[in-house]
């Protein structure tokens, strides 16, 4: 067998361009939270580490999106309104990290808070 890959291991099946699966799908919606400004001036969301343009937002605002484009590194969506879910179906890398962290932190956080409102 002339052709024969070597190595023994094989290729990961990512599709035609080798690129792996996106988080997103074009015309689907997510409620997400707008992290920082690109240098174009549109806001910047994350849903599961890929990075989403959203023209006409701000950081900090939580927005409903629909998207429009999806390309290997980036997607482009449009903004659809407010948020409509207590909590953001895409979550930001802080948050995530956060999430992660043992529930004893936000119980002793909790604790310094009041211990202040008291003061």
């Known amino acids: 067998m002339l052709y024969e890959r070597r190595g023994g291991r094989g290729r990961r099946d990512f599709g035609p361009r ?19 400004i690109s240098r174009r001036g549109e806001g910047i969301a994350r849903i ?31 903004l659809v309104g407010e948020a409509t879910g207590e909590k953001a179906e895409a979550i930001s890398e802080s948050e995530e990290s956060q999430e992660t962290e043992s529930g004893e932190d936000e119980e002793v956080a909790k604790d310094e808070d009041e211990a202040e409102a008291e003061q």
């Open 48 to 78: 599961k580490g890929l990075v989403c343009f959203v023209p006409d937002t701000k950081p900090g605002e939580h927005v409903r999106i629909r998207i429009t484009r999806i390309s290997r590194r980036f997607a482009e969506a449009e």
């Open 18 to 36: 080798g690129s792996p699966p996106k988080p997103v799908e074009i015309g689907k919606e997510y409620d997400v939270e707008i992290l920082e």
